[in-house]
């Protein structure tokens, strides 16, 4: 069973995302990247990921500088995701905010979908 506390800290941070978590879920949600649905703050096991999809099962983790030093810790919770089932993916806070769509292509590359568009400079609709 889940612990509802576990539940209500995922519901909080939802609403109070970090820049590089709200830029990362507006390319993500409502299946806009490769049609595949993520969830943003899901609860897998005892653990909180930033986002996850069950089809295909993958979890990508955007990393601040609260995961500095905590590679054991972080390798402890990618062991546990990845004997549920997941693949695993992460992204630190830099790539995101300054590197977005090299991220994006990254995403797209470990989901098998090729890579995204370059608009022209004139925009899309030139």
Same mark, same amino acid.
């Given at each position: ?62 990393? !601040?500088? $609260? ?13 546990? =995701?990845?004997?549920? %089932?997941? #693949? ?13 769509? !090299?991220? $994006? ?13 370059? =608009?022209?400079?004139? %925009?899309? #609709?030139?």
């Amino acid at each position: 069973m889940r612990d509802p506390r576990l539940i209500e800290f995922a519901k909080s941070m939802r609403s109070t995302p970090t820049e590089p978590e709200l830029r990362m879920w507006l390319a993500l949600r409502a299946k806009r990247f490769a049609g595949v649905k993520f969830r943003q703050q899901k609860v897998i096991g005892p653990y909180i990921v930033d986002f996850a999809a069950r089809s295909p099962m993958l979890v990508i983790e955007i990393d !601040g500088d $609260l995961h500095a030093g905590r590679d054991g810790y972080d390798a402890d919770r990618t062991s546990f =995701l990845e004997k549920q %089932g997941y #693949r695993v993916l992460r992204f630190n806070n830099n790539d995101v905010m300054t590197n977005l769509e !090299g991220v $994006l292509t990254t995403l797209g590359a470990a989901l098998g979908q090729p890579s995204l568009p370059t =608009l022209s400079p004139e %925009g899309e #609709r030139a």
